[in-house]
């Protein structure tokens, strides 16, 4: 960067964009934080229309991923932005939080921002454009009512707007069919009574899926999945578990589908829902297109300053999945002026954000160093690229958790160093940051095991004395 950001823009009012905008406010040195949520509340995916969770949002043409009776994976202890601990929910035997909870976590931790007029609800981003450098430089953008500009961006909804589903032969004419349902529309098993169901996945939202269903649908659920899940789910006769999926083939006389597995085929299915997650794309936001021949170009190009072009770089046609050209997947390689919080999949994503964040705001108020270089900045990128590559060379299983923004084991020495050189800028957040250290490492794998028994609690049956299940 050669001159320092001042202003800047942050888009999204989920847990992600509410951090930054503390950490940029209180760690930072900038003239003007501001943060843009196009919903009429915030708290992003926890904010949800569920008439039970006072968090409801009854006219959004949004879906959120999360849904009624959600109950959180992940400990307090991750949930919580530093210097505001995350209450503890107040059944011992249920220590995960609810959507209500959560949500009202965030409402409390975003309280004063809001009154600082900080956040701007009811303002949905439509465009971002990059400004080339002979214009001034910064981003634009806006929709029909107004137009800003600002020094720098940060993006914190890159995710749950984009429902993956895995690229199977017949999956379009299923989808057409309406058939084919993904978890991010998921409001409960109503509708679904006497229903022939699927579920593709088994990760949490399909387990949940599956477990829902279970009362209503016609047994058993078919569930299919790739490989064992990490995430844990109560054992259930009434849920068969499956292989991958090979083809689907719609029947539209019957108005039903034919699941064809590897070794068998399940006949007469109503509906196959996806737990299948979702994957990285903004396609509000445009960059000028990087000056080389081969570009990251995804959709409709427009004329930006001396030729070049405004290009969509993000999207399903990136191989492998991801947002190209990063640095410490954080930043836009190419312009550092642009960041996105909440790419990384971590498994301690409150924290995590609040980590990245709070590295974010130090690096553009010049207390952090970063390579001078774009191709410098882009080595960071062709490294985790290399190790991607070698990973994926010892599994033929495609969902074996091997992406480009989950680090899995990676996770904690990026945090170390990350925390490392937060320090050194700014030695006061010693003791206010999370440690992220081994006994921090151990306590969050220990989570899984609590939430088995917490399941175990809710469906009021007793634990193998084994621990198997």
Known sequence: MKVLPKRILIIGGGPCGLVTLRNCLHRGEFTDVQLVERRDNIGGVWYHADPQADCVDHES???PPAYPRMIGNVHPEFLTFSGNPFPIPPTPDQPFPTLRETYDYLKDFSRPLLEQGKIRLNHEVVRVEEIDDSNGGGWGGGGVEKEELWDAVVVATVWFDNPHFPNIDGLDTIMKAGKARHAISWAGPSGYEGKRVVVIGNANSANDMAAQLVPVAQLPVYRST???????????DRIEDVGPVMRYEYCPIADKVIVHLQTRSIQDVDYVLFGTGYYPDMPYLRVIEPNHENTLETGNTTTAAHGRQHISFTGRGIEPARIPSFFRQ?????????AFIGAIVSFTPFAFSD???TWLSLVWSGRIWMPDSIQDRLQDEQERL???HELRSQTDNPSDLVSFHFLGQFELPYAKLARAEIVQASPDLEDVLAKWDDEQDGRRF????????SLYVLAGKDKPPDGTG
């Open 61 to 63: 043409h949004w879906s």
């Open 226 to 236: 790739r490989r064992v899940s990490i995430f844990p789910s109560l054992p259930d």
């Open 330 to 338: 954080i930043l836009y390689a190419r312009n550092p002026t642009l």
């Open 355 to 357: 980590l990245t964040s």
């Open 386 to 388: 290399k190790t991607l």
């Open 446 to 453: 220990a989570m899984y095991a609590t939430k088995l028994d």
